[in-house]
């Protein structure tokens, strides 16, 4: 190294150029405010509440009948109280002020949540059951818990998704999307989606916010369930909140790289092959295949022109 850097009168003049620009973009810095949830708090509860739905398969694995009741009860305690501070700050950012009322409120709805996870623990098992059923790779249960991205995504979002019903504002969001981080599978913790749900290899599946997915549903990678268009006011902003997503009923499956796009549904066992784009309902049962494709090979090696390999076309 020769030296060091030094070049005060710079960074001085870089700092206040940069401090003025926090204030000319307000909407992207939070400065002077107490009242933020903590993304690396809310991804810990998520791994501690993975512990909790699969126990011995995240987190410790030393659990034996005669401490589980202690090991749950430690792990509810933990995340309650996590929990609760975290739900306290998104509430108390947009409220009156009311400190007491607001965490009145975060209690309510952490117990609320906590009251949901036997419910959600027997879903996931209908989750990790389809999977084992459905893929022949998966040689048990265990491989699909321990390895499959789609453990953590589904199990994430049903935790989320508990959240959002619940009104929990910002939360059931970062756990989703830090789902999304880690499997490249992108689920909207408002969708709504069904038992038995498998998703197989998974990157790049994508399913918007007002979606619903019935029981017994497959996607495979690459799957969209996303919208179409997006409404606009006479202002020109985008109306929020009305249903813009597809509905799969039961035992729809979707092979790689389709698009189902808008307000339409795809009716009960219906399949839809690979690299459809499809914006109309389909009635139930039927099976919907892109246009076939055709490919040509020509002669341009020696193995072809020696005719080892025969010139062809699909």
């Not at 009242?35 to 410790?60: A, D, H």
């Amino acid at each position: 190294m020769s030296g060091q850097f030094n070049d005060n009168a710079n960074i001085e003049s870089l700092a206040m150029s940069l401090k003025d620009s926090y204030f000319a973009y307000p909407r992207i810095q939070n400065i002077n405010s107490n009242y933020m949830p903590s993304r690396k708090e809310i991804y810990s509860i998520t791994e501690s509440l993975f512990e909790l739905v699969f126990p011995g398969y995240f987190g410790p694995q030393q659990i034996k009948p005669e401490n589980v009741q202690e090991f749950i009860q430690n792990h509810l305690q933990e995340i309650s109280q996590l929990l609760y501070h975290q739900i306290y700050q998104c509430l108390i950012r947009t409220s009156d002020g009311d400190e007491q009322k607001v965490g009145q409120s975060a209690k309510l709805l952490v117990n609320s949540f906590l009251e949901t996870l036997s419910e959600v623990r027997a879903i996931l098992a209908s989750d990790i059951l389809s999977a084992y059923k459905g893929d022949p790779a998966a040689q048990d249960t265990d491989e699909v818990i321990f390895s499959y991205p789609a453990t953590v995504a589904i199990g994430t979002y049903r935790l989320a998704h508990e959240l959002w019903k619940l009104k929990v504002p910002l939360i059931p969001r970062i756990m989703t999307e830090h789902a999304h981080n880690l499997t490249g599978i992108d689920i909207h913790p408002g969708a709504r989606i069904g038992r038995g749900f498998f998703i197989d290899h998974g990157t790049g599946v994508v399913i918007g916010e007002t979606a619903i997915v019935g029981d017994n549903c497959k996607l495979y990678q690459g799957v969209t369930l996303g919208a179409a268009s997006f409404p606009h006011d006479d202002h020109g902003q985008i109306i929020r909140g009305h249903k813009r997503h597809p509905t799969l009923e039961d035992d729809v499956v979707v092979y790689s790289n389709s698009s189902i796009l808008g307000n339409v549904t795809i009716g009960k066992g219906a399949s839809i092959l690979g690299s459809v784009f499809l914006t109309r309902s389909v009635p139930p049962g039927s099976t919907v295949s892109p246009k076939r494709a055709e490919l040509r090979y020509r002669h341009g090696c020696d193995a072809l022109s020696r005719g080892y390999v025969s010139d062809y076309e699909i």
